[in-house]
């Protein structure tokens, strides 16, 4: 089975700043790896994934996440935020084979302060 | 890019009644979609999963009778809960499952906030 873990529930920065939101995984088996991000009552986005090959992927407005095989974790990091990337981050996974069932951490709220 | 919709967005019932949700993926097919509920402050718990032309696969835990998953057609799945009572009352949020066959993208709807009085 596979396990997904956000060890941050709250993470609040000021503007301009850099951040990391950490998630670490448990998987026997080869896994593909999810960042989604939900703003206030709304549904899930995708943020980036990593699939395959570079290990470091990259969003359209400036989050990256390096997917680190050997510590089983996948952070995602911005170097500097703005207000509007306050919101809640889901990291996920699913094996690369079977079903297509997503685990999905516990989501980290990422709050910027002006 | 990919397109979920989900209606209602809001929803209020009385207990005892029962509440349909559709999911509907507007612009390509989905074999696949899937079911979740999130809990204030909490992530999602997947509850089933919906493939077209057959049953859905549920959770452990998820009651099948009380959550009435029916994928009727390549591009809507709708959740009803039946004789719903305030402990349901949840944000309910569909997802439909594009590029199959490979490294597919799993696409949400906007959700749907159920309140159960």
């Given at each position: 089975?596979?396990?997904?873990?956000q060890?941050?529930?709250?993470?609040p920065v000021?503007?301009?700043?850099?951040?990391e939101?950490?998630?670490?995984?448990?998987?026997?088996?080869?896994?593909y790896l999810f960042?989604?991000?939900?703003?206030?009552?709304?549904?899930l986005?995708?943020?980036?994934?990593?699939?395959?090959g570079?290990?470091l992927?990259?969003?359209i407005?400036?989050?990256?996440?390096?997917f680190n095989?050997?510590?089983t974790?996948f952070?995602?990091r911005?170097p500097?935020?703005?207000?509007?990337?306050?919101a809640?981050?889901?990291?996920?996974?699913?094996?690369?084979?079977?079903t297509?069932?997503?685990?999905f951490?516990?989501g980290?709220r990422?709050?910027?302060?002006? | 890019g990919a397109?979920v919709?989900?209606?209602?967005s809001?929803?209020?019932?009385?207990s005892?009644?029962?509440?349909?949700?559709?999911?509907?993926?507007?612009?390509?097919?989905?074999t696949?979609?899937?079911?979740y509920?999130?809990?204030p402050?909490?992530?999602?718990?997947?509850?089933?999963t919906?493939?077209?032309g057959?049953?859905?696969?549920?959770?452990?835990g998820?009651?099948?009778?009380?959550f009435?998953?029916?994928h009727?057609?390549l591009t809507?799945?709708?959740?009803t809960?039946?004789?719903?009572h305030p402990?349901?009352?949840?944000?309910?949020?569909?997802?439909?499952l594009?590029?199959?066959g490979?490294?597919e993208t799993?696409?949400f709807?906007?959700?749907t906030?159920?309140l159960?009085?």
């Amino acid at each position: 089975a596979q396990s997904v873990t956000q060890l941050d529930s709250q993470v609040p920065v000021f503007e301009e700043a850099p951040v990391e939101l950490r998630c670490n995984y448990s998987s026997s088996v080869s896994v593909y790896l999810f960042w989604y991000v939900q703003y206030p009552n709304q549904g899930l986005q995708l943020l980036l994934k990593y699939l395959s090959g570079s290990t470091l992927v990259e969003s359209i407005n400036g989050f990256e996440a390096e997917f680190n095989k050997s510590q089983t974790s996948f952070h995602l990091r911005k170097p500097s935020v703005h207000i509007s990337d306050t919101a809640e981050y889901f990291c996920a996974v699913r094996t690369t084979s079977g079903t297509y069932k997503y685990i999905f951490g516990t989501g980290t709220r990422l709050k910027v302060l002006a | 890019g990919a397109v979920v919709s989900q209606h209602p967005s809001w929803v209020i019932c009385k207990s005892g009644t029962s509440v349909k949700i559709e999911c509907r993926s507007l612009d390509f097919q989905a074999t696949t979609m899937f079911w979740y509920r999130q809990f204030p402050k909490q992530s999602l718990m997947l509850m089933a999963t919906s493939n077209e032309g057959s049953k859905a696969t549920y959770e452990q835990g998820v009651e099948k009778d009380k959550f009435l998953i029916n994928h009727a057609s390549l591009t809507l799945s709708t959740l009803t809960v039946t004789s719903a009572h305030p402990e349901d009352s949840s944000f309910y949020i569909c997802s439909a499952l594009r590029g199959q066959g490979g490294p597919e993208t799993q696409y949400f709807g906007p959700g749907t906030r159920l309140l159960v009085l």
